[in-house]
């Protein structure tokens, strides 16, 4: 059965639509939204016999967590408290910052949501954005393909969804409504998204490089009612594409020529950089050689942008 292209979107119980009330005006996908990629469906359908006989089974744990946090992120919705407050001050914004650092959350962005990035046929309550970058060990994930590396980024996934949730629980705490969406299972393209929160620059492994982690972080978002949030209002990172274009590393070190060298433009006005088909097989045996090979997962990124720089 090719659950993969079968089912375009999670079932209503994952689904935050199923949980929205009639009072809620949600914003909707927009016309060049494209399809959500439910990564657990991708693996079981592209990922190698060898890996689902072996790691998938020993990662059933953390995939098993992470769908009971989706759960607890869509139903969550129905405890909004609906007071209309929507102002946040600047000592709730630092309490909110702190704890998310206490749960381990790496960076903390704000932006304004393209609908275009919300998933076909997804929608999310508000369209005020808090993004957060969690790092996952790069030591770890340098042991990839391994079962290590694998569980590195379950666990990282689940600990986002656990982190996001308690965050939306503090918010709600504090007056305000709003829509917690999880690493995985989420309802919209975080990549861009953190991107336009400035959290850091798309490299040409599609993946967000921030400036302390590189690309060995994963994403996740929160959605809420408060509107004076301090969205970012430009990119400190765009140095990055350029750097790309001739560095390859990622292009070079992907096992199965997953990368494309030029992305390809899609009608969101994002780019695609991976042949998910390609590296599904690989990645589902704990591939992760387009972040461990990347030069800002080892180096500084200051460094990185100097020597850029200077070398125009
Ligand atoms: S995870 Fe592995 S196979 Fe997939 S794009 Fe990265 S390097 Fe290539
Ligand atoms: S390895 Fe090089 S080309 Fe690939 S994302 Fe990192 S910096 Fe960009």
Request: glycine letters at 6%.
């Amino acid at each position: 059965m090719k659950l993969y292209k079968i089912m375009k979107k999670p079932p209503f119980f994952l689904s935050a639509s199923h949980w929205m009330t009639k009072e809620d005006h949600p914003v909707k996908s927009g016309p060049n939204s494209r399809q959500a990629v439910i990564i657990p469906l991708l693996l079981i359908q592209y990922g190698s016999m060898k890996a689902k006989a072996k790691t998938m089974t020993k990662l059933k744990n953390h995939f098993i967590s992470s769908l009971k946090e989706m759960v607890v992120s869509a139903k969550s919705l129905k405890y909004n408290p609906h007071t209309g407050k929507q102002t946040m001050d600047e000592i709730t914004l630092k309490d909110m910052e702190n704890y998310a650092h206490e749960l381990g959350i790496s960076s903390i962005g704000y932006t304004k949501v393209n609908p275009n990035y919300i998933f076909k046929d997804f929608e999310i309550l508000y369209d005020n954005a808090i993004m957060f970058t969690m790092e996952m060990k790069k030591e770890v994930i340098a042991t990839n393909p391994s079962l290590e590396s694998s569980k590195e980024i379950f666990r990282t996934y689940e600990s986002l969804g656990i982190a996001v949730n308690k965050i939306a629980d503090f918010l709600r705490d504090r007056g305000f409504d709003c829509h917690p969406s999880p690493a995985i299972g989420g309802d919209i393209n975080t990549v861009p998204t953190a991107q336009e929160a400035n959290l850091g620059y798309i490299g040409k492994n599609g993946i967000l490089i921030t400036p302390d982690f590189g690309p060995c972080v994963r994403l996740a978002a929160i959605f809420i009612d408060a509107d004076n949030l301090p969205f970012a209002v430009k990119n400190e990172h765009t140095w990055i594409k350029e750097f790309c274009k001739t560095c390859n590393r990622c292009v070079k070190s992907c096992p199965s020529g997953a990368i494309y060298k030029e992305p390809k433009v899609l009608n969101d006005e994002t780019y695609v950089y991976i042949d998910l088909h390609k590296c599904a097989p690989p990645f589902s045996e704990g591939c992760s050689k387009c972040i461990s090979n990347c030069v800002f997962t080892g180096g500084n990124y200051n460094k990185i942008k100097k020597y850029h720089f200077l070398g125009e």
